[in-house]
Nanobody
Framework: QVQLVESGGGLVQPGGSLRLSCVAS????????IGWFRQAPGKEREAVSC????????DYAESVKGRFTISRDNAKNTVYLQMNSLKSEDTAIYYC????????????????WGQGTQVTVSS
């Protein structure tokens, strides 16, 4: 059973930074993609960024491009999301997830999900 555990969320002022981590365990094969998704109150879950496990190619939502950076350390089974220049609209629960069969950065293609970590951006 694959397990994903996010950490690093918290309260930060606008313009500040946070780094989220996601540690995975229980793999039986290499995943296709690892992604970060977020859900704000009253809104649908949306993709933030995804990274291919083997190659490291990345996708970013337009709203975070230039501010967020996704990376992974395969030896540690860990994926990171460095978030800089945070805005109030970044406030959401952030989830990491794994796709075992596709290279799309859309939530419906992801099979395993973490419990989420809260990010709140407020002055």
């Amino acid at each position: 059973q694959v397990q994903l555990v996010e950490s690093g969320g918290g309260l930060v002022q606008p313009g500040g930074s946070l780094r989220l981590s996601c540690v995975a365990s229980g793999f039986t094969s290499e995943p296709y993609m690892i992604g970060w998704f977020r859900q704000a109150p009253g809104k649908e879950r949306e993709a933030v960024s995804c990274i291919s496990s083997a190659i490291g190619s990345t996708d970013y939502a337009e709203s975070v491009k230039g501010r967020f950076t996704i990376s992974r350390d395969n030896a540690k089974n860990t994926v990171y999301l460095q978030m800089n220049s945070l805005k109030s609209e970044d406030t959401a629960i952030y989830y990491c997830a794994i796709s075992t069969g596709s290279y799309y950065c859309l939530s419906s293609y992801y099979d395993w999900w973490g419990q989420g970590t809260q990010v709140t951006v407020s002055s």
